[in-house]
């Protein structure tokens, strides 16, 4: 089956314009996260969606990140004024999570590389 | 800080040799969960391991979990170069989080 997409592939933008980068989930999951991965680092998460309740916000590193999901399905992270800092790797990933409080394994899509010059 | 670190760092090995990847994390867990990312892209999920199991099995992959010193280990047992990759753990962390931290990663290079 499908799995989780990703777009664009790679994203090239000047400093202090606005991105948006794309997430398809697989069909049915009903969790949606995205991450950031540095150069060489591990993932630091930014955002979690579950159903409908009110995503968790906690990994935001700025106001000038937000992201949204709508129809419980597809989702867009929205980095507003880039700086050369958000230049990353920027990962979705989505889970079944079917059963309160158990969280599944989570399934990546291949990220979008954002280079901010 | 990091929840989940892993040691070592790098490890590098010669095909047919086993792989032993170790990971240690801070707070109570749900599960621990192994995945693997080539060429610094999408991340394949390997192995979840739930708080009151111990070991699990798939294929050539071996993961145990000791909740008593908050530490994991993953074992490759005879290596492929097709194997080469980086290597993380995380944690789904009780208490309210939402997230799967990732520690920093094993990079794996297996040598024909």
């Known amino acids: 089956g499908a799995g989780v997409s990703q777009s664009p592939s790679n994203k090239v933008t000047e400093k202090g314009k606005d991105v948006e980068l794309r997430c398809d989930p697989i069909s049915g999951h009903t969790a949606l996260y995205w991450y950031r991965q540095s150069l060489g680092q591990g993932l630091e998460f930014l955002i979690y969606f579950q159903g409908n309740s009110a995503p968790d916000k906690s990994g935001l590193p700025s106001d000038r990140f937000s992201a949204e999901r709508t129809g419980g399905s597809v989702s867009t992270l929205t980095i507003q004024r880039t700086q050369q800092e958000d230049s990353a790797v920027y990962l979705c990933?989505?889970?079944?999570?079917?059963?309160?409080?158990?969280?599944?394994?989570?399934?990546f899509g291949p990220g979008t590389r954002l280079t901010v010059t | 800080s990091q929840q989940g670190e892993e040691d070592p760092q790098a490890l590098s090995i010669q095909e047919g040799e086993n792989a032993t990847m170790n990971c240690s994390y801070k707070?109570?867990?749900?599960?621990l969960q192994w995945y693997r990312q080539n060429s610094g892209r999408g991340l394949v999920h390997l192995i979840l391991?739930?708080?009151?199991?111990r070991e699990k099995h798939s294929g050539r992959l071996r993961v145990t979990l000791d909740t008593s010193k908050k530490s994991s280990s993953l074992l490759i047992t005879a290596s492929r170069a097709a194997d080469t990759a980086s290597y993380f753990c995380?944690?789904?962390?009780?208490?309210?989080?939402?997230?799967?931290?990732f520690g920093a990663g094993t990079r794996l290079a297996v040598h024909p």
């Open positions: 391991i739930r708080s009151n199991e």
């Open positions: 707070t109570s867990i749900n599960n």
């Open positions: 995380a944690t789904d962390a009780r208490g309210g989080y939402n997230k799967l931290i």
């Open positions: 990933a989505s889970s079944l999570n079917r059963r309160p409080l158990v969280r599944d394994e989570q399934y």
